[in-house]
């Protein structure tokens, strides 16, 4: 672990217990290109002949920008399109601040150092006073292309990205802001849960990299979208992309750790997080260095981890998130109590901050409390309607049985049809959703195909229990018991994983392992889910009855 008093962090093995803290000093970045803004990911070489003179131009001031041709006007058009207001992940916004004081501490001049700033406008909504400290005296060292002031006001995400598209409209070479309106079309796609933004976003990021190729930020975006698009190969090779012309970015170093882990290859992840550890430690990546942990069933270290994370934290966003992790580990080990607390934390710092509702209303039904599970669920689907929060209403519908609570809950599985539609629409790769979905609650043959094509792609512990128990549901349980053992062979301690693990050994004649996975699984988490809890039961009664 490296200390906060050493410059030059060491290089940390198999053995490291923790990242390093917050506040620790880290290499200066290289002048070739900024950091990348936080908590996204990608990579490639540097082009010699990179064009400095369309940077030192746009220094100087506004250019007249026609776009050269009329396949160029209509992506800009497209990509400028205007849409409502959005609000944006805290997280981000979080993380983005401290960027932007960076940024600005090594006063860093033209479009790419502007590029970070305009990124923080767009995560924050315009709610960050560029150039504004707290006291309301100006801070130096603002970079050059930066958006003006007088653009931010308006304190919504929306009103973010209408400054970024209004700034494109008046300067339609300015790369940096065509990245930055990319990515951020890619959060609020992701966030919302609209897919339909994500073809904008690689309007925007083309545009960008069109006007300078290989510039970082617009790398790092385009490893983002293919990580939104569940591309996850693709994001590795964005990533690393990026990462060869910058090798501090947060963004691309974030996000190679999640291709890494949505790749299934864990042992690189684990690299991957100790190198991001040791060039920029902070929340994003504090968070991906405990779950590549929690992964291989060391809660210890994660826990440990998201707690020094948390403890550094002073922005509201920071604070939610890191606090909405804690949560969710508390939850997976069946400590209802601790993630209730995390939660109210997170919420505490931003009520409105959706993954820790989410969280609540999972730890409230484990509880008892069904009303308000029902109510926090509510809440976060009418405002984002994931396939994940969809499922777990419609399950807590199912399981409360009130007069048109199953009409209600067949509602809630048909959206997740709908969105699933949308998001291959907007080229998403949706199998790994519709595997999960279906299995349980559409057409067994749907999630079985589903789940064949994400193996075929990738294989991590969540596609081979996606797999394994879509074979079940189509009555091939020999063939789903590979699987099953697969994903929980790397020690994540995981109560689906587990039930799911049991049912498909009861199927097979493997009772005392079933016995034994059923067990666990009620022992680690029993609210894990509602319904398959009281199916658990059930399978364990008749083991007994058989014995």
């Known amino acids: 672990m490296a200390r906060r008093d050493d410059p030059t962090p060491p290089d940390r093995g198999p053995h490291t217990t923790g990242p390093a803290t917050p506040s620790e000093n880290r290499p200066a970045e290289p002048d070739h290109g900024p950091a990348g803004p936080p908590r996204e990911h990608h990579r490639e070489h540097p082009h010699d002949d990179s064009p400095t003179a369309p940077a030192e131009r746009e220094a100087e001031g506004p250019q007249d920008g026609t776009p050269s041709s009329p396949g160029e006007r209509e992506a800009e058009g497209s990509a400028l399109e205007v ?7 805290p997280g981000d916004r979080a993380v983005a601040d401290g960027r932007v004081a960076a940024t600005g501490r090594r006063r860093r001049r033209g479009p790419l150092a502007g590029f970070v700033v305009l990124l923080a406008v767009v995560m924050t909504g315009g709610a960050l006073a560029v ?39 008046a300067r339609p070479k300015d790369h940096a802001a065509w990245a930055a309106l990319g990515l951020a079309e890619v959060e609020e796609a992701r966030t919302k849960g609209d897919p339909s933004r994500y073809p904008q976003a690689e309007r925007a990021l083309t545009r960008s990299l069109k006007l300078a190729p290989g510039n970082d930020p617009a790398l790092a975006g385009r490893a983002a979208l293919a990580a939104a698009r569940h591309d996850f190969a693709d994001a590795l090779a964005h990533a690393d992309q990026a990462l060869e012309r910058n090798p501090y970015s947060e963004r691309a170093l974030s996000s190679r750790i999640d291709a890494l882990v949505e790749l299934g290859r864990y042992d690189e992840a684990s ?25 291989r069933g060391d809660v210890t270290t994660a826990r440990r981890v998201l707690e020094q994370a948390l403890a550094a934290a002073t922005s509201r966003g920071d604070i939610a998130y890191v606090a909405t992790q804690l949560g969710q580990l508390a939850w997976n080990q069946g400590d209802h109590k601790a993630a209730l607390g995390h939660y109210a934390r997170a919420l505490a710092a931003d009520d409105g901050y959706l993954p820790a509702l989410e969280g609540r209303a999972r730890a409230r039904a484990a509880s008892g409390d069904l009303a308000a599970a029902v109510t926090d669920l509510e809440d976060v689907v ?23 609570d199953r009409a209600k ?20 790769n949706a199998d790994l959703d519709t595997a999960l979905a279906a299995a349980d609650h559409g057409d067994a043959g749907a999630a079985l195909r589903a789940a064949r094509a994400e193996w075929a792609r990738r294989h991590t512990v969540h596609t081979a229990d996606a797999l394994a128990w879509a074979l079940f549901r189509n009555g091939r349980a020999r063939e789903a018991l590979p699987y099953a053992r697969q994903a929980t062979a790397t020690g994540y301690r995981n109560a689906a994983f587990l039930y799911h693990r049991g049912m498909i050994e009861h199927a097979t004649g493997h009772t005392d392992a079933a016995r034994t996975h059923l067990t666990a699984a009620l022992k680690l988490n029993p609210g894990f889910s509602l319904l398959a809890a009281r199916t658990a039961r059930t399978a364990l009664k008749s083991l007994e009855t058989a014995r």
């Open 131 to 169: 150039g504004a400290g707290r006291d309301g005296h100006e801070a130096a060292g603002l970079a050059g292309g930066a958006v003006a002031p007088e653009l931010l006001a308006g304190g919504s995400a929306g009103t973010g990205i209408t400054s970024l598209q209004a700034r494109l409209r």
């Open 83 to 89: 849409r409502p207001p959005v609000s944006r992940e």
């Open 382 to 404: 009418s405002r984002s309607p994931l396939p994940g929060p969809l499922v777990a209403l419609g399950e807590l519908y199912e399981a409360r049985g009130t007069a048109g």
């Open 271 to 295: 690299e991957a997080a100790d190198t991001a550890d040791a060039r920029r430690p902070g929340v994003p990546v504090f968070t991906r260095y405990a779950y590549v942990h929690e992964l």
């Open 409 to 428: 809950a067949r509602n809630q599985y048909a959206l997740v049809d709908a969105w699933i539609a949308l998001a291959r629409a907007g080229g998403v």
